[in-house]
T-cell receptor
Framework: EAQVTQNPRYLITVTGKKLTVTCSQN?????MSWYRQDPGLGLRQIYY???????DKGDVPEGYKVSRKEKRNFPLILESPSPNQTSLYFC???????????FGPGTRLLVL | AQTVTQSQPEMSVQEAETVTLSCTYDTSESNYYLFWYKQPPSRQMILVIRQEAYKQQNATENRFSVNFQKAAKSFSLKISDSQLGDTAMYFCAFILLYGGATNKLIFGTGTLLAVQP
């Protein structure tokens, strides 16, 4: 089944404790993105990747890092989480940059 | 700046009736794709329908159709024969074709639709 998976689905952590949210797709897509969803703001792009070893900032990259060492994986790293990073996070992938993006199930993060 | 406006934060419709969700967007570019995504209580983002801006014909997918007015920068979603499973948050979004390969979907703030039995 073609899909985007994310882990964990739910995470509660404390300020400053490094965490990684994994994302994997099995559709051989070139492009992958991370978004965060906050009430009243819709979804906003954090980072995106055009291919292996090619990443760039989206609209809200502060406090986040990403890497793309393999085509299928695109982890999101919060090296020192803060409460303002409490949000719902989505990973998405598409074959080309303008094509339909397929979303993972989301990761709900609470930073205390 | 590119923006999407969904002016109806919440809507309600009776089962089997028709409802239209509004969306307007702003961009100075002329080549883009438009999307409606559905987010049910499970929080999964599900593609409902896609419209290429160069196509004049409105897209349809079963009970879902759009009214795309490029000059007015309007992209409304019509849901016919509403079903209880249509209860969800609906997001309007677009992506530029030639604004660099940013892969960035620009989203509105969503319309929460409740289908009443």
């Amino acid at each position: 089944e073609a899909q985007v998976t994310q882990n964990p689905r739910y995470l509660i952590t404390v300020t400053g404790k490094k965490l990684t949210v994994t994302c994997s797709q099995n559709m051989n897509h070139e492009y992958m993105s991370w978004y965060r969803q906050d009430p009243g703001l819709g979804l906003r792009q954090i980072y995106y990747s055009m291919n292996v070893e090619a990443t760039d900032k989206g609209d809200v990259p502060e406090g986040y890092k990403v890497s793309r060492k393999e085509k299928r994986n695109f982890p999101l790293i919060l090296e020192s989480p803060s409460p303002n990073q409490t949000s719902l996070y989505f990973c998405a992938s598409s074959m080309y940059h303008q094509e339909t993006q397929y979303f993972g199930p989301g990761t709900r993060l609470l930073v205390l | 700046a590119q923006t999407v406006t969904q002016s109806q934060p919440e809507m309600s419709v009776q089962e089997a009736e028709t409802v239209t969700l509004s969306c307007t967007y702003d961009t100075s570019e002329s080549n883009y794709y438009l999307f409606w995504y559905k987010q049910p209580p499970s929080r999964q983002m599900i593609l409902v329908i896609r419209q290429e801006a160069y196509k004049q014909q409105n897209a349809t997918e079963n009970r879902f159709s759009v009214n795309f007015q490029k000059a007015a920068k309007s992209f409304s979603l019509k849901i016919s024969d509403s079903q209880l499973g249509d209860t969800a948050m609906y997001f309007c979004a677009f992506i530029l074709l030639y604004g660099g390969a940013t892969n960035k979907l620009i989203f509105g703030t969503g319309t929460l639709l409740a289908v009443q039995p």
